[in-house]
């Protein structure tokens, strides 16, 4: 008999409405979830376990966000770890420059329903 493993997630979101709905509909995805609210916390979790997937709302690390985005973008993890990077539209431009290059994808939250941010964390999952 076959054993299928679970697919990781991390979601770093500070709305808590709008992660447990990522974090439930993911889970109905056969995903193991963790659900976040702060950077500082996704540092020590991202540092500690491995995830297929991680879905980061940037705004959550202030103007730090895009920093520590890039040095996990770039890190050890880059190559087994996908990554989706929700933003608000007017960082939209700026971050889609840096991630086309870093192989990462972005997403307007305002202009993507859940639904489609799970699909599209499903599409991408190692």
Request: aromatic residues 6%.
């Given at each position: 008999?076959?054993?299928?493993?679970?697919?990781?997630?991390?979601?770093?979101?500070?709305?808590?409405f709008f992660r447990e709905l990522l974090a439930r509909n993911?889970?109905?995805?056969?995903?193991?979830?963790?659900?976040?609210?702060?950077?500082?916390?996704?540092?020590?979790?991202?540092?500690?376990?491995?995830?297929?997937?991680?879905?980061?709302?940037?705004?959550?690390?202030?103007?730090?966000?895009?920093?520590?985005?890039?040095?996990?973008?770039?890190?050890?993890?880059?190559?087994?770890?996908?990554?989706?990077?929700?933003?608000?539209k007017g960082l939209f431009a700026e971050v889609r420059s840096?991630?086309?290059?870093?192989?990462?994808?972005?997403?307007?939250?305002?202009?993507?329903?859940?639904?489609?941010?799970?699909?599209?964390?499903?599409?991408?999952?190692?």
């Amino acid at each position: 008999m076959e054993t299928t493993v679970a697919k990781r997630a991390l979601i770093i979101e500070d709305d808590a409405f709008f992660r447990e709905l990522l974090a439930r509909n993911l889970s109905r995805h056969n995903f193991l979830v963790t659900a976040l609210e702060s950077g500082p916390e996704a540092e020590r979790t991202l540092a500690e376990e491995h995830f297929s997937v991680v879905c980061f709302d940037i705004v959550v690390s202030g103007s730090e966000g895009l920093k520590k985005v890039s040095e996990f973008a770039t890190g050890s993890k880059k190559d087994t770890t996908a990554l989706l990077l929700l933003v608000d539209k007017g960082l939209f431009a700026e971050v889609r420059s840096w991630a086309e290059g870093a192989g990462v994808l972005v997403l307007v939250k305002q202009d993507s329903s859940p639904d489609e941010i799970v699909a599209t964390l499903v599409a991408i999952a190692q």
